[in-house]
C-alpha cells in the first residue's frame, strides 16, 4: 500500500513523513526533482536531485508515474515518481504528493492501494510557519509567497470531497498532531 501526504506548503508533511518512516514499518518513495538542494537535505534520501535533461529522459522511458512543473520565481522546478523503485502491491510505503498526484497513483496502482492523508493548516499558520523555515534556510521570500498563492488555488474544499482523505489537523501543537497520525497510521497497517 502506499500512503500519500498531502498538504499545503509549510503544513507539516516533511515531518510526518520522517516521523512514521522513524515509528513504523514504511519505507519512502523518493521523489525526483530538479530544484537545487537546500541546507540539509541529502541526494538520494531527501529528493533523487536531477537535471531536466535526466527526468525528460526517465519521461521519455515511460518510467514516470507522475510529474509536476512548477513555474517558480526562479524557473521551472520539476518533481517527479519514478515507477521503477517501488512495488505497493508487496509492500507499505510513504511520500508525499499533491491531489494531482494522488489521482495518478490511484490510475497507476490498485486505488484501493493508494491511502491520502491531508496535512490541514490554517492559513495564518502556514504563513508563520512557512516564513519561521525561510529565515534558517534560503530566506527566499518570493516563491514562499508564490507557493502560498499557488496553494490556495491548489487546495480546495472540493479537493477533500473528491479525495475522501484522512485528515490531520496540524494547527496546534505537533504532540497532538501526532497522536492522531499514530492512530491513523495503527488503524491503517492492521489492514
Known amino acids: 500500500m502506499l500512503i500519500i501526504l498531502v498538504g499545503k506548503s509549510g503544513s507539516g508533511k516533511d ?99 493508494i491511502i491520502p492523508i491531508y496535512i490541514s493548516v490554517r492559513d495564518d499558520i502556514l504563513l508563520e510557519r512557512a516564513i519561521n523555515r525561510e529565515r534558517t534556510t534560503n530566506q527566499d521570500y518570493l516563491e514562499l509567497c508564490r507557493r502560498f498563492i499557488a496553494d490556495s488555488k491548489d487546495f480546495t474544499e472540493n479537493d477533500l470531497v473528491t479525495n475522501n482523505p484522512i485528515i490531520i489537523d496540524n494547527n496546534e501543537s505537533l504532540l497532538e498532531s501526532s497522536k492522531s497520525l499514530d492512530n491513523n497510521l495503527k488503524r491503517i497497517l492492521k489492514r
Open 15 to 113: 515531518y510526518f513523513f520522517n516521523y512514521a518512516l522513524k515509528n513504523y514499518p514504511l519505507s519512502p518513495i523518493i521523489l525526483h526533482t530538479t530544484r537545487p538542494m537546500r541546507k540539509g537535505e541529502i541526494d538520494g534520501k531527501t529528493y533523487h536531485f536531477v537535471t531536466m535533461d535526466e527526468l525528460n529522459s526517465l519521461e521519455e522511458k515511460n518510467l514516470l508515474i507522475e510529474r509536476r512543473d512548477y513555474n517558480t520565481v526562479h524557473g521551472i522546478w520539476s518533481y517527479a515518481t519514478s515507477s521503477k523503485e517501488n512495488d505497493i502491491v508487496n509492500k507499505n510505503y510513504i511520500t508525499i504528493n499533491t491531489w494531482d498526484g494522488v489521482k495518478k497513483f490511484k490510475n497507476y496502482y490498485e486505488p484501493s492501494l
